[in-house]
């Protein structure tokens, strides 16, 4: 994928980085479903499985001579565990390093080398995150390239006392309210904590499609329930320009005069601009680590990462959401060991709560151990 120059000719390169702040990537997929489908890994029988030459090419590498015949891994349960883990492993590798690099990576350092911002988010929704079809495999590795880490909170997925209201009615209709309540804001600044590239920076798109009964007290509740968690950068999805009424998701905090809690909006937006300023430029102070489900679930049973967040949050232990790729990637997140405490980035943490998995890789790449031996239930 190249990204030429000639797209952007209509813009003076002098607006780069003055007029023109930056890049937005909206939601960007692998698109291998329908619409949210919500396959337990991102694939399923009835969906294509993403490929391209160099996702043969990197699993050619991994097997070798056995390639062929292992693909047929993927879809067959009933083969034996450590072979399916390895196999199914190896696969979403390839897959989301071809994001990160390709995509994610080639997007942020074009923008860098024209003086703009790289920012945006995938399709978290329900731990869509995790998975292929409508989001791109693994949240860590889709937002690499860019200058904050992003979420979405849209459509009446966080509300008041919502993290037990959970339920499956079909596409667009499903709800898993542990994840919205106790991980979607985390996913974002524990991003922004971990990842030196983020410096610190998350962001939410935030307010759209809440309908009309979404007032100023609700945007108020939803602006802190995000703040509290970590979130310091907000982009109100609440504006159009179209006559009034306009039905794409709405509420639009001005509708041409006819909100009349436009005036109350601004006031939102300045406190709130207000907080985020104080939140930035820190470090946030968390002593535990807690291990991203997203691998866990291409290679077994496992618990999602939520299930021990609630339990934190609840009892007020502050932590992180981290990947298996700060042992994998250690020079990119500066993880290191420091008189007994696991350092990633500025982040120190003194306890790592692993989520029942059934397997936990965390070998470097290139380590001598990347032999196909598997740990169950452990970390190696």
Known sequence: MTIPTASF?????????????????????????????????????????????????????????????????????????????????????????????????????????????????????????????????????????????????????????????????????????????????????????????????????????????????????????????????FVPHAFSAKEFPDPDCPPHFYAHGNNPQYRHFGKLMAYSNRVCHLISGGRHIAKVAILYHGEGEWTGETMTSHEVGRKLTDSQIEFDYVPQDVWADREWYHTRMEQGKLCIHTQEYGTVVVPKMQFVTTVCRGCPRDDGKWNSGGIY
């Not at 937005?24 to 294509?48: K, Q, R, T, V």
């Not at 499903?174 to 610190?200: N, Q, V």
Request: glycine share 10%; aromatic share 14%; hydrophobic share 35%.
């Open 9 to 233: 000719s209509a813009f003076p390169k002098d607006d780069f980085g003055t007029t023109i702040a930056g890049f937005f990537s909206d939601e960007p997929e692998l698109g291998n479903g329908h619409l949210y489908d919500h396959s337990y890994l991102g694939i399923d029988f009835d969906m294509d499985f993403p490929w391209s030459r160099e996702v043969e090419a990197r699993l050619r590498e991994k097997f070798g001579d056995s390639f062929e015949e292992r693909l047929y891994l993927l879809w067959e349960n009933k083969a034996p565990a450590e072979e399916k883990a390895y196999a199914r492993y190896a696969y979403m590798d390839a897959v989301t390093r071809c994001v990160q690099e390709y995509f994610s990576m080639q997007l942020g350092n074009w923008c860098h080398a024209h003086g703009v911002s790289y920012i945006g988010h995938l399709i978290e929704d329900n731990d869509q995150h995790a998975r292929m079809a409508a989001s791109l495999g693994h949240y860590y590795r889709g937002l690499a390239g860019q200058d904050m880490a992003g979420i979405d909170d849209i459509g009446g997925q966080v509300f008041p006392q919502g993290e037990d209201v959970s339920y499956n009615n079909g596409t667009f209709q499903r709800r898993d309210g542990e994840f919205y309540h106790y991980m979607l804001g985390r996913l974002a600044s524990s991003s922004a904590a971990i990842d030196p590239h983020k410096d610190g920076d998350s962001m939410c798109e935030i307010f759209g499609a809440y309908g009309w009964k979404e007032g100023v007290q609700l945007e108020k509740y939803l602006i802190d329930h995000f703040m509290v968690r970590g979130v310091n950068h």
